[in-house]
């Protein structure tokens, strides 16, 4: 098993900066990627970003350009650092890993962080 705990969140006005971590423990070698998701109420949850083992990247049209994923292999820790934020990135933002191991395919979510940026 994985556990995931978020931190980081936080209020934070237009064009304010934030960075959000997501600490891994557990069976962290069986993890193939680790991505940060957000969830606004009333909507469903999407893929902000991605990281693999291998560090290849991803991270959606909306945030390309201002949010920026990494990691920390020494602290089993990725990062979700977030600037030029707005309004409409506010939003709970969980993190979830893919993980492989002896065949099975599994996802872990942790509990989530709220970002609220303001006007």
């Known amino acids: 098993q994985v556990q995931l705990v978020e931190s980081g969140g936080g209020l934070v006005q237009a064009g304010g900066s934030l960075r959000l971590s997501c600490v891994a423990s557990g069976s962290t070698f069986s993890i193939n990627a680790i991505g940060w998701y957000r969830q606004a109420p009333g909507t469903q949850r999407e893929l902000v970003a991605v990281?693999?083992?291998?560090?290849?990247?991803n991270h959606a049209d909306s945030v390309k350009g201002r949010f920026t994923i990494s990691r920390d292999n020494a602290k089993n820790t990725v990062y979700l650092q977030m600037n030029s934020l707005k309004p409409e990135d506010t939003a709970v933002y969980y993190c979830k890993a893919d993980t492989l191991f002896e065949g099975s395919v599994m996802d872990y979510w942790g509990e989530g962080t709220l970002v609220t940026v303001s006007s």
């Open positions: 990281i693999s083992d291998g560090g290849f990247t």
